[in-house]
């Protein structure tokens, strides 16, 4: 939307499998046309944009990299990076050029009409260039970015998934398994009312990721898989430990705890 | 703010150790005027409310109830209600009507200056009746929040606990724990970076309430703790499960899991 709003492509083709959300694309201004074959879309491209569940990366560039022409540049949104980067660089012909990047923006929300002109601004976005990365394709990245008003910033795949894994994937893990644990909670403990009526703002909040796309989630926490478990071990390790200063009664200790989270909440802006 | 504005009492007194934050209720037109000597405020008066944080209670009873006046209402805003409830009751002298009383309003900030006369439109408000509340008392609390704008209903007292467990105390719990959790695993896996300043906004929404009022909460895990630590339980066995799945890879069972979240969260509104 950004691409075609400024001006920076001759024509912005949309690629994809769900025609209704490919016509919303075109409605919406953020493609001029669209094909369902990818062979059609990828011909001829300068840019190719990976916006799918990272899971499927392998698979398509394996579908259309006989078809990439020389000097084109194949660029990605995932929330992921670390092997993926690699496994990417190694499936593209040489004389392709990758740059892997991660926009953090977006809510709980999918499909086109949940973007807009102003999504990406004072968002930032992680580029995770390589050792083989090319210099020229990583500054043309930038830019884009930078267009569609976003702090730039590039980081080593492998900290980039440490770093997200930290501050996303396990708080997107978490707010899932809270719902859950109300389910259970529901029917064990309160199985007279329905719980989720009397949620007021912190659950609503604390709980809003949970209904993000699972299959986006899926690929994301597979991928990541090693960070995010020693990081759910970390996890695990506090609500424990809260646990037993509840189950001990202990007043002071509790405030402490609680105390240093608040310190540390409150340098988030 | 709400009674003083309705005109629903004569006078509105405020007892408080804090004299900026009494000053600033005047300031509000919140109250009429302070006192900082509990004897002065609560002789004579018709109805005292109580809104320190939970553990109090049973010490200010003890020091005022020989100053109340027969036939005087004692209503709280506290977030645990259960043995609470029944502690305040008998520390009561006969002649005076207790009500217990939680609105499910307020953020994470604590101090008159947070309060509006709009903070409680629209919100429940859940009165905690037992065998022994007078039924005018209750009446007259109810009236008292239905003028703020609230949604009233009643529950038992312990079931309320259960009740605000799930929906309220177990998400703070967890939103605290996933905060020192970020500070471990910034210590552990990213000393490189700060972690903090990549956090997006599912870690903002996902973490607010970690910037509750530590004592607040050290009081209402305290009280409602029986409670509190089965919820724990049910919720370290999602995640335990999650990060099992997790480990495993095991794509289809994860998406299952999440997409179980997901139809549950979206019930939520």
Known sequence: MVLKHEQMADEIVGIGRRVQNLKTAVDLGAIHRYVTDSQEGIRGADLIVLATPVDTYERQVREWRPWLHPGAIVTDVGSVKGTLVER??????????????????????????????????????????????????????????????????TMDPHLHD?????????????AFGLINALTEIQRRATPEVDLLTYGGGGLRDTTRIAASSPEMWRDICVWNKDNLVSMLDD???QIRHLKQLIKNGDGPSIEREFERAKTVRERLR
């Open 235 to 237: 996890f695990e390790e």
């Open 88 to 153: 990417v660089e190694q499936l593209l012909p040489s004389g392709i050029r990758f740059v892997g990047a991660h926009p953090i923006a977006g809510r709980e929300k999918i499909g086109v009409a949940a973007g807009s002109l102003t999504l990406f601004r004072q968002a930032r976005c992680i580029l995770t260039p390589t050792a083989t990365t090319d210099a020229v394709a990583l500054q043309q990245i930038r830019a884009m970015w930078e267009k569609a008003g976003s702090t730039v910033l």
């Open 162 to 174: 440490r770093v997200l894994g930290a501050v996303s994937h396990l708080p997107h893990v978490v």
